[in-house]
């Protein structure tokens, strides 16, 4: 796997055996003199039930490849004490997948909104346990690409393959959303090995 790590100095890498497979290997990383040193053990992740894919779409519930930032994290549950901007949603909180302006968006709204209260939306605050904690893979987000692919994070595994995010066990993710730091530029790299 060879993707960018721009100036990160903080990385989790996410590798498969092959672009079809539903599970891979999760290793953090953080950038030292000497090059890029482990962080904690090796972890199993699962990706989407269409392996992984670099040309996403909403058609396929495959997982990106690439080196994407990470910037931004949400859930449930309250902030478990990352660094990252977190934010504790409510029942007014959606993931915008259909096509407009709000694609590949997080949206605040109870009544009245400008988008659809269902499917392909999806209903953040419900989506239990998948989103106790996510971490939000920044792809397809600036410049937002209609129809390339909305909804891709980090979030809490039920022992099964995704519609396209990479999840682990919640501990697990705790850990590294404590660990993650903007100062570090993190950054997510998804592809087979």
Known sequence: MHYSTGGAGQVITVVASSPSSTSATLQAWRRTTNGWSPVGASLPAWLGTGGMTDKPSEQLSATPEGSFTLTQAFGRDPDPGTALPYRQTTPADWWISQFGSLYNTLQH?????????????????????????????????????????????????????????????????????????????????????
């Open 109 to 193: 709204c109870s009544t009245g909104c400008s988008f659809t209260q269902g499917a392909p939306n999806e209903h953040l605050y419900f989506e239990m346990p998948y989103y106790a904690y996510a971490v939000i893979i920044d792809y397809n987000r600036s410049p937002v690409v209609q129809g390339a692919g909305s909804a891709f994070f980090l979030h809490v595994t039920v022992g099964e393959p995704t519609q396209g995010c990479v999840s682990i066990e919640q501990a697990q993710l705790v850990r590294l959303m404590r660990w993650l730091r903007p100062s570090e530029h993190p950054r997510i790299l998804i592809g087979p090995g």
